[in-house]
């Protein structure tokens, strides 16, 4: 039997084309039913207060810079929402005296202009390198910085961040939110056309994909939008950088942060129930980590929510 049209987006894939019952089973879950969804190779985490859940993420990023060496280089590869935990991330480097000089770290994604064929400068007001160098990297005391070569933001030439995945860094974590079309970095579902007219990509052909230039499901575009520009859709390009699954799986552990800020109490239970049942779906892209080694979902307990009807 064929898949139903997307709910939202009818030339895209997304999570409203699932079979209806894993989505009643997602809406039903309480807090108690995720923390049992823990797993070997799938953690689920609570924290009690934003301060504790944003020290845990930034602390992420000092367990593993705290690990590298000349001869054993260590880096994280971080998002852009949340941001709260950047410049925590510099105080706490700052204040312990973390020397960043064989550290490493890559950005996770950048905005793409298709007008120019390039990355979105560093001016420009979404720039994602613009705010992981304002909020983090800037703030650093100058004797303790990272060299600037060992920072790795992704160009719409993506040679030369592909080969950094390559150059002999151990990735110890890379770090994500979850988007409202269920995406890590940007890896949104795609479009339903082609060899995926009828069923989305298979997770093994979803998976094969770097690093690369993608096209934005509507919904992304909306939630950038509302959590980064005050709702002005049109400032929002249509098309973005982001790392790959390919690179994800080099990464030793994927974390993931929910405050509840970005995606919807649905959301944030329905992906992670697919991954706790190993069900891998490409139109649900954050499920396909079902099948990566170490997983740990991050969830402050306030900003879980509920899914039952309210109206307003």
């Given at each position: 039997?064929?898949?139903?049209?997307?709910?939202?987006?009818?030339?895209?894939?997304?999570?409203t084309t699932l079979d209806p019952s894993l989505i009643q089973d997602a809406a039903r879950l309480?807090?108690?039913?995720?923390?049992?969804?823990?797993?070997?190779?799938?953690?689920?985490?609570?924290?009690?207060?934003?301060?504790?859940?944003?020290?845990?993420?930034?602390?992420?990023?000092?367990?593993?810079?705290?690990?590298?060496?000349?001869?054993?280089?260590?880096?994280?590869?971080?998002?852009?929402?949340?941001?709260?935990?950047?410049?925590?991330?510099?105080?706490?480097?700052?204040?312990?005296?973390?020397?960043?000089?064989?550290?490493?770290?890559?950005?996770?994604?950048?905005?793409?202009?298709?007008?120019?064929?390039?990355?979105?400068?560093?001016?420009?007001?979404?720039?994602?390198?613009?705010?992981?160098?304002?909020?983090?990297?800037?703030?650093?005391?100058?004797?303790?910085?990272?060299?600037?070569?060992?920072?790795?933001?992704?160009?719409?030439?993506?040679?030369?961040?592909?080969?950094?995945?390559?150059?002999?860094?151990?990735?110890?974590?890379?770090?994500?939110?979850?988007?409202?079309?269920?995406?890590?970095?940007?890896?949104?579902?795609?479009?339903?056309?082609?060899?995926?007219?009828?069923?989305?990509?298979?997770?093994?052909?979803?998976?094969?994909?770097?690093?690369?230039?993608?096209?934005?499901?509507?919904?992304?575009l909306m939630q950038n939008a509302r959590t980064s520009g005050g709702g002005n859709v049109t400032?929002?390009?249509?098309?973005?950088?982001?790392?790959?699954?390919?690179?994800?799986?080099?990464?030793?552990?994927?974390?993931?942060?929910?405050?509840?800020?970005?995606?919807?109490?649905?959301?944030?239970?329905?992906?992670?129930?697919?991954?706790?049942?190993?069900?891998a779906d490409s139109a649900v892209p954050m499920s396909l980590l079902a099948d990566h080694p170490?997983?740990?979902?991050?969830?402050?307990?306030?900003?879980?929510?509920?899914?039952?009807?309210?109206?307003?």
């Open positions: 039997m064929p898949r139903p049209l997307s709910s939202v987006a009818p030339a895209w894939w997304d999570y309480t807090a108690r039913d995720l923390e049992q969804l823990s797993r070997p190779g799938f953690q689920v985490v609570f924290y009690d207060t934003l301060e504790d859940f944003y020290l845990a993420e930034a602390l992420e990023y000092i367990h593993a810079w705290q690990q590298a060496a000349a001869d054993h280089p260590v880096g994280i590869c971080g998002p852009i929402g949340p941001t709260e935990q950047l410049p925590l991330v510099a105080r706490l480097v700052n204040e312990l005296g973390v020397s960043l000089r064989h550290a490493h770290f890559w950005g996770m994604d950048e905005w793409y202009d298709a007008a120019t064929g390039r990355e979105v400068p560093v001016s420009h007001p979404l720039s994602f390198e613009r705010a992981d160098r304002e909020l983090l990297f800037n703030r650093i005391r100058p004797e303790l910085r990272m060299p600037e070569e060992n920072l790795h933001f992704p160009k719409a030439d993506t040679t030369a961040y592909r080969a950094s995945w390559q150059a002999g860094v151990r990735c110890a974590v890379m770090q994500g939110g979850q988007g409202d079309i269920k995406h890590w970095a940007f890896n949104d579902p795609v479009k339903r056309e082609g060899a995926f007219l009828l069923e989305p990509p298979a997770p093994e052909v979803y998976r094969a994909l770097a690093t690369r230039v993608v096209d934005l499901h509507p919904v992304t400032m929002v390009p249509n098309q973005a950088i982001t790392v790959g699954p390919v690179e994800t799986w080099q990464a030793e552990k994927v974390s993931i942060w929910q405050a509840g800020v970005h995606d919807n109490p649905l959301g944030q239970r329905l992906t992670a129930l697919m991954i706790s049942k190993g069900l170490l997983v740990q979902f991050n969830y402050y307990r306030g900003g879980l929510g509920h899914c039952a009807v309210e109206m307003h």
